[in-house]
């Protein structure tokens, strides 16, 4: 195994165990909501004037399937959907009371994980940082300019 591939082994090793322990800690804390519902609040929360439009585009989904899940979020009567005196066309979303309660849990285990890693951290140079950064910024760009190909690809295939 080369380098190349022995560091996208190490990052991918390394994300995972991640999400395995986030998860597991957050599976008892919001036991009974899945994580799509968990980032639709956490987005909720955070944007005041959230909509179909603005979370399709930030999770990547469809308008259709975003609707869905707001539905679903709505009968769970953790979030409510309003419109703007001034604009009767579009749809908002805001929290309720019970998915407020929730996007603070979600916020607090955040910070709880945040506060478990803050000791590695402090063992981490700026210079090792900026490594890191770069590193993922020019990985990042590579991997946009791939899916920008896949695109264009896929347009073509379909004329």
Request: charged fraction near 35%; aromatic fraction near 10%; hydrophobic fraction near 35%.
């Amino acid at each position: 195994m080369n380098k190349n591939e022995q560091a996208m082994m190490d990052l991918w090793d390394m994300f995972k165990k991640r999400m395995w322990i986030d998860s597991f800690n957050m599976k008892d804390s919001l036991k009974g909501y899945n994580p799509s519902e968990i980032h639709c609040i956490a987005y909720i929360g955070e944007d005041k004037d959230s909509n179909v439009t603005k979370l399709a585009e930030s999770f990547e989904m469809t308008r259709g399937a975003i609707s869905k899940l707001t539905k679903k979020l709505e009968k769970k009567r953790l979030i409510e959907s309003y419109q703007k005196p001034d604009n009767k066309k579009e749809v908002y979303f805001e929290l309720t009371e019970q998915g407020q309660a929730i996007y603070n849990v979600h916020e607090e285990m955040h910070k709880k994980f945040k506060d478990r890693d803050q000791p590695f951290f402090e063992q981490v140079t700026d210079e090792q940082l900026d490594v890191i950064l770069e590193f993922a910024e020019k990985y990042n760009r590579h991997l946009d300019a791939e899916i920008k190909k896949l695109c264009v690809d896929m347009k073509s295939d379909h004329l």
